[in-house]
């Protein structure tokens, strides 16, 4: 029988924004991915006392970073007694998504993200600043991309992984991207989102470059990123008033989820580049400068789902689909 290289991959628990780690394990072939363990030390997730943490495997896919009988391996960390870890928000999100399952919700979430090489992000010239912003987005030529080449292959391996990634787009600032996940229920999204990061990270490594998801990645007039999450629940896709509805019960929290959308929050959402600042609440159709937008056509049909521009790039998915659960299909008051 032959050798299967399964990659694990964990987030750690580094503070404020915990980061995503992996290590390989040697299987049979056939053989189902087991729990394994790591060093919780060396991840800010353990004393050296009591150092064992456990994986155990949530979600798998091919790898196609290794091609052939590779695969991926998503993990939760859990305590040798089997007990989620405080590292392990998707312990919670489980918990809940299963409580509002009869809502049927699922979510879009669009990752965006910045290269950096070296120190600098990629298309910024060694000293000063490239042009201002106004023909990156969505641009063609060597003068306003940078990065294609990398920013395709990881388009590449999330359709070869089976991921289910539903577009890319250049971004409002020289190397910065953004890819799309879901739309997909919150266990489903969080899950591929955070392999689709995984293998982002990997792929540029390739290139020599790194992506990076600060949510304000050059100071100044630059637009910051963020993960705006795209969510409806089935009586949303049915009824306009739903989706009002769920934009009232995103005001009657806004603090609560303001404080879970991702460190650093109050450095992008200002107030001076899309998306109002995260001292406000409002809602709108077509309006990018609002908290959360409704989409035209949504209005036009008179149903469908709402954009919450608010969450980081940084952000946990685990706890940004949870919060909106409990406030729209818990129906926040
Ligand atoms: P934007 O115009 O804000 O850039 P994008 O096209 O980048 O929007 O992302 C929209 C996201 O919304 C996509 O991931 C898409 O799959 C998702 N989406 C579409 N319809 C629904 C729906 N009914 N419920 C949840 N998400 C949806
Ligand atoms: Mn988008
Ligand atoms: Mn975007
Ligand atoms: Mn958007």
């Given at each position: 029988m032959g050798k299967v290289r399964a990659e694990y991959i964990w987030i750690d628990g580094t503070i404020p924004t915990p980061k995503l780690r992996s290590k390989t394990k040697v299987l049979e072939?056939?053989?189902?991915?087991?729990?394994?363990?790591?060093?919780?030390?060396s991840t800010n997730q353990a004393a050296g006392s009591t150092s064992d943490c456990v994986l155990r495997p949530v979600f798998k896919c091919h790898d196609p970073m290794r091609g052939g009988t590779s695969i991926l391996v998503m993990n939760e960390v859990l305590f040798p007694d089997m007990?989620?870890?405080?590292?392990n928000t998707r312990a919670a999100c489980e918990e809940v998504a299963g409580k509002y399952a009869s809502h049927e919700m699922i979510f879009g979430i669009e990752q965006e993200y910045t290269f950096f090489k070296g120190s600098r992000p990629l298309g910024f010239p060694d000293a000063g600043y490239p042009a201002p912003q106004g023909g990156y987005y969505c641009g063609v030529g060597?003068?306003?991309?940078?990065?294609?080449?990398?920013?395709?292959?990881?388009?590449?391996?999330?359709?070869?992984?089976?991921?289910?990634?539903?577009?890319?787009?250049?971004?409002?600032?020289?190397g910065q991207w953004e890819f799309q996940i879901g739309p997909l229920p919150a266990l489903e999204v969080s899950d591929q989102l955070w392999v689709g990061r995984w293998l982002l990270y990997?792929?540029?490594?390739?290139?020599?470059?790194?992506?990076?998801?600060?949510?304000?990645p050059a100071r100044g007039d630059w637009n910051?990123?963020?993960?705006?999450?795209?969510?409806?629940?089935?009586?949303?896709?049915?009824?306009?008033?739903?989706?009002?509805?769920?934009?009232?019960?995103?005001?009657?929290?806004?603090?609560?989820?303001?404080?879970?959308?991702?460190?650093?929050?109050?450095?992008?959402?200002?107030?001076?580049?899309?998306?109002?600042?995260y001292k406000e609440f409002r809602y709108g159709v077509s309006d990018r400068g609002?908290?959360?937008?409704i989409p035209w056509q949504v209005e036009r049909d008179q149903k469908g789902y709402i954009e919450d521009r608010r969450p980081n790039a940084n952000m946990d998915p685990y706890v940004v689909t949870r919060l909106i659960l409990e406030t729209v299909a818990g129906g926040a008051t």
């Open positions: 072939e056939g053989e189902e991915p087991p729990v394994w363990a790591f060093d919780g030390s007990s989620p870890h405080p590292t060597a003068d306003e991309v940078f990065g294609r080449d990398v920013v395709e292959k990881h388009l590449d391996i999330c359709l070869e992984a089976d991921l289910g990634v539903s577009g890319i787009n250049g971004e409002v600032m020289p990997r792929v540029a490594e390739e290139y020599g470059i790194n992506a990076t998801l600060y949510p304000k910051g990123a963020g993960a705006h999450t795209n969510f409806s629940t089935k009586e949303m896709r049915e009824s306009y008033q739903a989706c009002i509805d769920a934009a009232e019960a995103l005001r009657r929290r806004h603090d609560l989820h303001i404080e879970n959308y991702g460190s650093g929050i109050e450095e992008r959402l200002t107030g001076r580049h899309e998306t109002c600042s609002a908290s959360v937008r």
